[in-house]
DNA sequence: GATGAATGAGAATTCATTCAT
DNA sequence: TATGAATGAATTCTCATTCAT
């Protein structure tokens, strides 16, 4: 087969992405380095050049999304012309106001999945994810949006329920139960954090038609 | 080897119960059947006459268990002298107050473990379970201590939080870190349920001195 | 493919067997577990019930062989009714006087080998065997025939020396070439166990015709 | 990487130099082409350059030993201003009498080492240094201070045992056993060479302050 | 019911070697 | 000369499952 050369890093992205969709599509189990190899037309060493063994893709395939989750997400948070409200409407909801960028985040979290990639990300996700969103909870609290005791743990349990619950890939849920779900989450959220009532109440304005999950 | 006859049934549990070891101490994928029937000292094809797969101990294993859960949660539900209070103290508590049946849901929905095993009984957890402890939210609705919309969504998004986050094989709280969280989700239970201040402040009362988290 | 089955013991001895032979003719590292299986006709799985690695049957095969090689040395060291002498001569010629037993050793001493094969079992050989010899050398110490200091160290230079050198795999001699050495090597012996010149003279009698070297 | 250019007979010791180390430390199949250039700090196309395989370099290695030894062999046996026995003394003995580059003798012929690398190098040995050896035992016969029939049979089985069994990698002797079996083989040497008894006693003269068995 | 030898597809991984730069 | 990304055949080993006894 003809040697393609790349750049390494844009050897080892590729991988991460072929092997990402694929698990994502059959499961990390299901599939074989093998199957990975073929869909992008390099050979078994080419892989293992760059990757010690399958396991250490997936470990680099969350590596990857959280860090752009989180990179995002930390640019929300020190954003100083943002007050605490904005921020948290970014972010906890899959809200489709802002930019590309902000989308991304939604789409990152529920994306649909496996076991293995599920696991770990929705755990690095609530680990990596909520001292950011403690931090706005904080703002919010001096800014007398919220009135959050403990903010870290609250958000921790919060994001942990909408991780575990909402992540489609797990439950089985149609497109009016997870309406639904969204709907109780908000108002759970908002208790919590001791917001006003109705301000995260993005459902009915922006998401009301048509919640593409998937 | 000296041929040890038992009756199906106690064949059936003790090689339920000895995957569910094996599995909970090292992971699905990791444990062989060969381990499973060497540790029990049976023969390969022993397991493959109870066990069509390895796969099937897997389902036999969580069916198992939540089965015991969901009948007892049920048996609280359904008991018609008690009030919903008393019925969500009991079953949504670690509550060690009531008979050994009580404790046991805790004990089982607390235990590390792993990925597999988890994630499946998580969801199962989530799933049977919420039907149940819905009812007696309702129950509650009706006898002004809850005012609950969602009853059954709320529980839903609550079980989700309080599995995936307490579950503690996943993430690697201290004793300290578990009781915080303890506080946060009781009272964002309180608050979801919108019932009043306290009413499931079991921290203080019954379970202050000394949590165990086995 | 058809399942035969076989007992453990003739199951186990096949692959020993079989493996032996493909690593004498090809060489330790050229001969694949496939290849073994393939000419035994069994399955890969079949390979790695009883061995747990290709090196393991490796060790096996030496095992094995020692064991049959040492096995008879002692016995004729432990027959009473010989002299030093004799038994010196049944063990360290290549005499074809005796008995089938006896011949056995000298063409297991004396096969073509590959090179992990051989220095495996020329050093077993050496550590297993001297022993024995020096037993007969001492009651040959003793009934006045040798006049041997230190038997065991002697023994094993002599063994050495012969295993290395005869070992016809690794030099590459032609039959006159072999004769020569084998001459040599009688006389160094005598000389080393101060036995009267000619006692081990057993090439002008018994090999001189068609000495077979496989 | 910085592109550090030498000349290609360093290069080229250098590769030899370092494949030997890794080689003896670790055997010849266990160390990779990638563990040797990573050892050197260079790219996988510099060992190429030089070598057209892992096995060509194996041959360098051997044979860059070998030509040392042998070249000083020569020189010794050649040296018309020596008489047979001091030559033999020079050659056979770990003598650490003479000059630096005698002592290498010794040390080369036994360093611990690997399997395959230790048995090609005997067998070199073996080769290589008979004939050169056998030429200064004629001397000796015509200045009657041996008297020995077949001097290349003989030196090879004597050269074939010792190297075979004070290889020290091999077998593992304790000082005091490696000791005795020196004693053994000198007394061997004088024997098959019909040496006057005590020739060869260099043990009790140059070497009984301080064995050293590097 | 129980045994355990046998199966074999399939996996992961290694590594000597090549070659575009 | 030198680099190091890329190759891919070959190999070892795993393990869920079957089946003759």
Redesign the pocket.
């Known amino acids: 087969?003809?040697?393609?050369?790349?750049t390494?890093e844009e050897?080892k992205l590729e991988i991460i992405q072929t092997a990402e969709k694929l698990f994502r599509e059959n499961g990390y189990s299901?599939i074989?380095?093998?199957s990975i190899i073929k869909e992008m037309g390099?050979?078994?060493?080419?892989?293992?050049?760059?990757f010690?063994?399958?396991?250490d893709v997936l470990e680099a395939i969350v590596d990857y999304e959280l860090d752009q989750v989180v990179k995002m997400a930390e640019q929300v948070a020190n954003d100083t012309s943002m007050d605490a409200l904005t921020k948290m409407q970014l972010l906890l909801s899959n809200s489709h106001i802002g930019d590309e960028n902000t989308k991304e985040i939604a789409v990152h979290l529920h994306l649909p999945a496996n076991r293995e990639l599920h696991e770990i990300s929705n755990i690095q996700t609530v680990l990596r994810l909520s001292p950011i969103l403690a931090k706005i909870v904080e703002q919010g609290n001096e800014e007398k949006v919220f009135n959050t005791k403990l903010p870290l743990e609250t958000i921790q349990f919060l994001l942990s329920g909408s991780q575990f619950l909402m992540d489609s890939g797990l439950f089985d849920f149609s497109e009016q139960e997870i309406f639904e779900r969204r709907i109780v989450m908000q108002e759970i959220i908002e208790k919590a954090l001791s917001a006003k009532r109705g301000t995260f109440d993005f459902m009915n304005n922006n998401l009301s038609k048509g919640e593409k999950n998937e």
Chains 1, 2, 3, 4 share one sequence.
């Open positions: 087969m003809s040697r393609i050369v790349k390494p050897r299901k074989s380095v093998e390099v050979a078994k060493g080419t892989f293992y050049y760059y010690k063994s399958k396991e």
